[in-house]
Structure formats: C-alpha cells, structure tokens
C-alpha cells in the first residue's frame, strides 16, 4: 500500500551554527530529524561537531504512553495534541552518518524518513 508523507525542509542559523530540519507527516503522525553543524573547533571537543534527534510524533498515543496525556497540548508538527518520543543516540549513530554521505539530496534523506515513519506508525500493518 502507498502511504502518502507530506515532506518539508528547513534550514536556519540558530547561535551561528547551520540547523537542518527534515520532517515527513502523514494520517497517523510524523517524524522529524534535525541536526546541527557546531563548526571544527567543536569537532575537537568531547562532543563532536554534529547533534542531532529523530523524535516522531503520534495523533493518537502508542499503547506504551496509552496512560499519559499528550506530551504536547499543540504540537509544532501536527498543530495538534500528540504524544512524542525521540532518540538522540540512533540519529548520532545511524542517520546523521547517513546524512553526511549527501547533504544536500532531500530526496534521499526523505526517502529514508518515510520508510523509517512506515516502520514506526504501520507496524503491523495496522491502518
């Protein structure tokens, strides 16, 4: 079955360091990643020079927060209550080096976005 993302990017300085947000949104929630380039003289340091999160955001709660109220009363994805869980270790491990291989192909860290969004909000094949 295809499953329909509406995908956008944005790119803005925040404190003089290069911020990229890619987000795909769909029926059930969506999915945003976003990383930022802290410069050379960061990579020198205990930290490194890229950070980043992949956080998905759900309509309706997962059944493991099914007890909770939304994480947020408006959310800046959905314009709606969601609930929201994100991972900063699985972006710095996984998809930040993904990033890194092509910049700046949209498409192909969209492309990589949706599948992991199908994984996330249709396992199961649940509709």
């Not at 205990?46 to 997962?62: C, D, I, K, N």
């Not at 994100?86 to 291989?101: K, N, R, V």
């Not at 492309?111 to 994984?119: D, I």
């Amino acid at each position: 079955m295809i499953r329909e993302w509406r995908c956008k990017y944005e790119f803005t300085l925040r404190f003089d360091n290069p911020f990229h947000v890619y987000s795909v949104l769909g029926a059930l929630g969506g999915l945003s990643f976003h990383v930022t380039d802290r410069g050379e003289k960061e990579a020198e340091e205990a930290f490194g020079r890229y950070s980043g999160g992949l956080e998905a955001h759900y309509r309706t709660p997962p059944d493991y927060m099914s007890e909770r109220p939304p994480s947020h009363d408006e959310c800046w994805l959905l314009c709606a209550p969601c609930w929201h869980d994100g991972t900063s270790l699985y972006a710095s491990e996984t998809i930040i080096p993904y990033w890194l291989t092509a910049p700046d192909d949209h498409v192909r860290m969209f492309k990589f976005l949706e599948q992991e969004a199908n994984e996330r909000f249709y396992a199961g094949g649940e509709e």
